[in-house]
């Protein structure tokens, strides 16, 4: 496709529900990133891909949090039992390698909501 | 924890003026680059400098970096209503295996008053 794109845009849950967001990269791109962005604030480091296995995990911040990538391309990251405090827009970056001086390629945020 | 903290937190201007955000970061880097977000959606980027490079211009945009100070300022001249955004700096980071991530800050909320 043209950019990154995610899905869904919006997402509204029950506390304790599981939710999977979806995120399609640039085709090529061989790094992938996920972020979180709680409102009014920069952005949240959560993991990264390079291909498909996820070199650094550190920023989970729990084990609720879990995320997969497959056939180099599209990655789910899978939030178990929701809670309120994980409100915020997830986003998804791509570029073509995870490298020095790679400009990274946004998607447009899925927003979710922790009732 | 943040490696870039813009200043100011917000700044808001008339149209036409121009526009001033810093950056500072705290340990060493090999670029810094800039980002545009409008309404809390995806980050667009904008400029990248090495950490050779003292000053970058593209269009309206001058990025000069400092490593002595471990800061950065994105200059808009001429700035137009379009320009309303937040602004985020973000440094690499190298994790491990040959590769690096960017490390955001908190951004600086530009507001342009037609």
């Known amino acids: 496709g043209a950019g990154v794109s995610q899905s869904p845009s919006n997402k509204v849950t029950e506390k304790g529900k599981d939710v999977e967001l979806r995120c399609d990269p640039i085709s090529g791109h061989t790094a992938l990133y996920w972020y979180r962005q709680s409102l009014g604030q920069g952005l949240e480091f959560l993991i990264y891909?390079?291909?498909?296995?996820?070199?650094?995990k550190s920023g989970l911040p729990s084990d609720r949090f879990s995320a997969e990538r497959t056939g180099g391309s599209v990655s789910t990251l899978t939030i178990q039992r929701t809670q309120q405090e994980d409100s915020a827009v997830y986003l998804c970056?791509?570029?073509?390698?995870?490298?020095?001086?790679?400009?990274?390629?946004f998607g447009p945020g899925t927003r979710l909501t922790v009732l | 924890s943040q490696q870039g903290e813009e200043d100011p937190q917000a700044l808001s201007i008339q149209e036409g003026e121009n526009a001033t955000m810093n950056c500072s970061y705290k340990t060493s880097i090999n670029n810094l680059q800039w980002y545009r977000q409008n309404s809390g959606r995806g980050l667009v980027h904008l400029i990248l400098?090495?950490?050779?490079?003292r000053e970058k211009h593209s269009g309206r945009l001058r990025v000069t970096l400092d490593t002595s100070k471990k800061s950065s300022s994105l200059l808009i001249t001429a700035s137009r209503a379009a320009d309303t955004a937040s602004y985020f700096c973000a440094t690499d980071a190298y994790s491990g295996a040959g590769s690096y991530q960017l490390t955001f800050g908190k951004g600086t909320k530009l507001s342009v008053i037609p």
């Open positions: 970056a791509s570029s073509l390698l995870a490298v020095l001086y790679n400009e990274q390629f």
């Open positions: 891909f390079q291909g498909n296995s996820a070199p650094d």
């Open positions: 400098i090495r950490s050779n490079e």
